[in-house]
């Protein structure tokens, strides 16, 4: 079984700098996909980057980018010129693929214990 | 336009009853599931469904039963609610990924249920 780790509760940066949340996960797979959600007070998930396992290029999107470390099974996430929207509770998330009847293949999703973020001004 | 609408958003009642959370997608996604996230935020897969097809069925209790009466509907029933029961619910939706492939879930508001 997949197993994904989040070692920091909670992590605070006061605004404009940078902030990376840390992320481990243990799996036997050699394709899965990673991903960063962010869940605000709203409660909404929010995807905020995915990294394919089979890339060596660490994904990027506007302020946040990620350090995955495939050897390690390590996925970093880098927030830079963090801002005070960014206050949110992070979850690091790993995604097998599971084969229905008739082999068509469905993501299953394994979260880590989420990492509570607070910008501050 | 919501993407993928839940209610009730908020669903409090007393140990012992039955009661049913609904879920809609209007993104023509094939695939629905429902995650149960816990006191301490901690979010769980629990069912995922496909054409009527249960593809993941995680360790859950048998109180707890998905309903799809159509592919863009996956609701949730939960019978002889107990005080554990208490957590925050999310329905998503995904196409269907192919193999080695991916499509994003994207998830509802959420539905907090409080078993008293």
């Known amino acids: 079984a997949q197993t994904v780790t989040q070692s920091q509760p909670e992590m605070s940066v006061q605004e404009a700098e940078t902030v990376t949340l840390s992320c481990t996960y243990d799996t036997s797979e050699n394709n899965y996909y990673l991903f960063w959600y962010k869940q605000p007070p709203s409660r909404q998930m929010i995807l905020v980057i995915r990294q394919e396992a089979y890339k060596q290029q660490n994904a990027t999107e506007n302020r946040f980018s990620v350090n995955f470390q495939k050897a390690a099974k390590s996925f970093s996430l880098k927030i830079s010129d963090s801002q005070l929207g960014d206050t949110a509770m992070y979850f690091c998330a790993f995604m097998k693929h599971v084969l229905g009847a008739g082999g068509t293949s469905y993501g299953k999703l394994t979260f880590g214990q989420g990492t509570i973020l607070t910008v501050h001004p | 336009d919501t993407a993928v609408s839940q209610t009730p958003k908020y669903l409090v009642t007393q140990m012992g009853n039955d009661k049913s959370i609904k879920c809609e997608q209007n993104l023509g996604h094939d695939t629905m599931y429902w995650y149960k996230q816990d006191s301490k935020k901690f979010l769980k897969i629990m069912f995922s469904?496909?054409?009527?097809?249960?593809?993941i069925n995680e360790t859950v209790p048998n109180r707890f039963s998905p309903k799809s009466p159509d592919k863009a509907h996956l609701n949730l029933h939960i019978n002889s609610l107990e005080l554990g029961d208490s957590a925050v619910y999310f329905c998503?939706?995904?196409?269907?990924?192919?193999?080695?492939?991916?499509?994003?879930?994207?998830f509802g508001p959420g539905t907090r249920l409080t078993v008293l």
């Open positions: 469904y496909n054409n009527k097809e249960l593809i």
């Open positions: 998503a939706s995904s196409q269907v990924a192919g193999r080695d492939g991916y499509n994003e879930q994207f």
